[in-house]
């Protein structure tokens, strides 16, 4: 069975390039598409590594995982969407305005753009939520044996932290 593309490092195809290129001005590269591609996936993948190593985590849990892939689908959504609003509704600039309304929906590509955007800011806040859910607790059981020792120092920090904004507002008035 082929992978989805999403899941290659060279999602974008040619007719992929060739279609967006069709309604623009600055045509995009289909190899740069594809390192770019690439190379946020690496960044993104490395950076949750790094995030569940710190804490103490050595192999990616399947919920992370799932959420790395949820991201890239959504990253490659994008643009496919993008691809498709312009053809829905291509730029002035590139056809002209002459009769623009009889063929050109931009409501409706704006909506479609605002929707792929949409999953991929979910996508982004889902990934952090599964990391930080993998991440050491902050809650302070009171059956711990340094239970006492953790809360005066939450005490104390907001003690200090208080005394620095009212020293703060006092400038300010």
């Not at 007719?15 to 001005?25: A, Q």
């Not at 609003?85 to 291509?90: C, V």
């Amino acid at each position: 069975m082929k992978p989805q593309p999403y899941n290659t490092d060279t999602p974008y195809t040619a007719e992929d390039l060739e279609r967006f290129n069709r309604y623009t001005h600055f045509p995009k590269d289909r190899e740069r598409e594809n390192a770019a591609f690439a190379a946020l996936s690496r960044e993104e993948r490395t950076r949750a590594v790094e995030t569940l190593q710190r804490y103490g985590k050595p192999d990616m849990p399947d919920d992370v995982a799932a959420a790395l892939e949820r991201l890239r689908r959504a990253r490659y959504q994008v643009f496919m969407t993008s691809i498709r609003s312009r053809e829905i509704a291509p730029p002035w600039s590139v056809v002209g305005p002459a009769r623009y309304s009889e063929h050109a929906n931009p409501d409706r590509a704006h909506r479609m753009l605002g929707r792929a955007y949409e999953e991929y800011n979910n996508a982004r806040a889902a990934l952090e939520h599964r990391l930080r859910r993998h991440g050491p607790t902050q809650v302070i059981r009171s059956d711990q044996a340094t239970a006492v020792e953790l809360l005066e120092a939450r005490i104390g920090a907001a003690q200090r932290h208080h005394e620095n904004m009212k020293r703060a507002n006092a400038i300010i008035r």
